[in-house]
Nanobody
Framework: QVQLVESGGGLVQPGGSLRLSCAAS????????IAWFRQAPGKEREGVSC????????VYADSVKGRFTISRDNAKNTVYLQMNSLKPEDTAVYYC???????????????WGQGTQVTVSS
């Protein structure tokens, strides 16, 4: 069965950094687009970043460009999201998802993890 498990979330001060991991099983990472989404209380879920299925092409939301970096390690079947210069508005539950298109629209993703909490606060 396909399973995506996020880890690496936690509490960090503004300006700090975190690295999230998405460990995939039951699928070959190179065959899928993997994206990160986030959802803050009272807000809609939004796409953060996506890495290509057969290459290292990437997509970023405008709100995180220059601060976040997505990467893929096919040998470990894991996708990472390096988050730098974190802001309070980055506080959310972060989810990884596997899909079939280079998009940040959640409807096009087939498999989802359970999420990991990121809290940015002093």
């Amino acid at each position: 069965q396909v399973q995506l498990v996020e880890s690496g979330g936690g509490l960090v001060q503004p300006g700090g950094s975190l690295r999230l991991s998405c460990a995939a099983s039951g699928l070959i990472l190179d065959h899928w687009y993997i994206a990160w989404f986030r959802q803050a209380p009272g807000k809609e879920r939004e796409g953060v970043s996506c890495v290509g299925s057969s290459d290292d092409s990437t997509v970023y939301a405008d709100s995180v460009k220059g601060r976040f970096t997505i990467s893929r390690d096919n040998a470990k079947n894991t996708v990472y999201l390096q988050m730098n210069s974190l802001k309070p508005e980055d506080t959310a539950v972060y989810y990884c998802a596997a899909g079939e298109a280079a998009t940040l629209r959640e409807v096009l993703y087939d498999y989802w993890g359970q999420g990991t909490q990121v809290t940015v606060s002093s």
